[in-house]
Every structure is written in structure tokens, then in C-alpha cells.
């Protein structure tokens, strides 16, 4: 049954079971991945000889492990409603860290031994990062609150990108038990390209399923006789 077939209560269990499950994987690998950075560890092979390399992660690690945990609950109405001066708070807390996460990650992608397709996979997601954060905010100052959404959508799905490359890793990793000429660095690219490429797809599907079902449920104006 698609979503735009759904009752409004069936279509608020299954946004609530989805955000649950979003939510418990970004809470999740903040408090996995970050903490390693901030005792001089990390949680992939890193060459300490390359200067600022692992300063440079350090620094991204910190908010963007921030914007996985503060961005969920942007995204719930009744928080918005109620607590409107919080979600302003929290929208300038979470703008500032994908700002400061986005120009650590730029010289740890210049400076990376990965390969110059990691490079361009990186490069293209803080691009679109810093692009639609910048949306988000320009669209919000205007008083466009529903274009504001759509690109926060849009925005926190790249920030997810965190979650579906590890999650990726994880599998890729497994996968080189199996496949013995598979590398880390093949994984690793490859990782970094589904979780750009397929959390792109899936929101803007869903944006897009959102936008038609709008279309279908809004009044008809029936035109006036002269």
C-alpha cells in the first residue's frame, strides 16, 4: 500500500515508525564513530604522516556527530509547534556544525591516500551539504517554511550519509572475507557513493510522493459564473 493511499493514521504510524528507526541509527553510530576521535584513535586506517589529516577528521567528527543527533528532532511537529524558540536554537546549533564539519571535511578529502573517486564522491557531498544548507536557511529567513522543509529534508539526508556509509562498510568489510581481491579502498569508495547517490534517490522519492500527494488532497477551485 503506498503512502498515498494511506489513512492519516495509518500514514502517522508508519512516519513515526520510520523516524524511530532513523533516529535509533543516527543516535547510534554518533556514539560509536565520534568518541574514538576524541582519545587520538579512529575508526578506519588513517596515514598519520600526511599533515593535519587526522586534525582534520578530529574537527569533522565533533558536529557532524552533532547534526546526526540534533537533526531528527527538527523534523517533529509537535516540538516545532510547542517549542518554536528550541527549534530555532537547535536550527542555528545544527547550520553551524554542518558548516564547521563541512570545511574540516574539505582538507581531509583534498589531503585523503583513498584515491581521486573517494575524492570526488566526498567533494560532491559537502558541496551539496553546504548547498542546501544554505537553502534551507535563505528559504527560512524569506518566511517559505514549506521550501524550508524540503531542503532540511534534503540537507539531513546527506548528514544521514554518515549512517548508510558505515553501514555499508560494515557490509563491504564482511564481503572481503568472501571476494579476496576486494580492498578496503574499493569498499570504501564504494560506500561513500551509494550512501551519496541512494539517500539522494530515496529523499527526493519521498519529497516528491509528498508533493503529488499535497496536490491530490488540496480543493479544487470550481470557477464562479460571471
Known amino acids: 500500500m503506498s503512502t498515498a493511499a494511506m489513512s492519516p493514521t495509518v500514514r502517522r504510524r508508519w512516519w513515526w515508525s520510520l523516524w ?7 543516535l547510534a553510530i554518533a556514539a ?28 569533522h567528527a565533533v558536529p557532524a556527530g552533532l547534526t546526526l543527533i540534533v537533526g531528527p528532532w527538527q523534523f517533529v511537529p509537535k516540538l516545532r509547534t510547542r517549542f518554536p524558540r528550541l527549534h530555532r536554537v537547535l536550527g542555528r546549533v545544527y ?14 578529502t583534498v589531503v585523503t591516500p583513498s584515491g581521486f573517486p573517494l575524492q570526488v564522491a566526498f567533494s560532491v557531498l559537502i558541496v551539496a551539504w553546504l548547498y542546501s544548507a544554505f537553502q534551507g536557511y535563505r528559504t527560512i529567513r524569506r ?12 540537507n539531513y539526508t546527506l548528514t544521514f550519509a554518515a549512517v548508510t556509509l558505515r553501514l555499508y562498510l560494515m557490509l563491504g568489510v564482511a564481503l572481503m572475507n568472501v571476494i579476496p581481491s576486494l580492498t578496503f579502498r574499493d569498499v570504501y569508495t564504494s560506500s561513500a557513493w551509494l550512501s551519496l547517490l541512494g539517500n539522494v534517490l530515496v529523499a527526493e522519492y519521498f519529497i516528491l510522493r509528498h508533493t503529488v500527494r499535497r496536490k491530490r488532497e488540496s480543493p479544487v477551485a470550481i470557477p464562479q459564473p460571471v
Not at 547550520?95 to 581531509?108: G, H, K, Q
Not at 518566511?143 to 534534503?154: P, Q
Open 95 to 108: 547550520l553551524v556544525s554542518v558548516i564547521l564539519a563541512a570545511a574540516a571535511a574539505s582538507y581531509a
Open 32 to 59: 560509536y564513530f565520534v568518541p574514538p576521535y576524541l582519545v587520538g584513535s579512529s575508526t578506519i586506517p588513517i596515514d598519520m604522516r600526511i599533515v593535519g589529516y587526522y586534525a582534520s577528521l578530529v574537527v
Open 143 to 154: 518566511g517559505d517554511v514549506r521550501s524550508h522543509r524540503i531542503w532540511m529534508i534534503r
Open 20 to 26: 524511530s528507526l532513523l533516529t535509533v541509527l543516527a
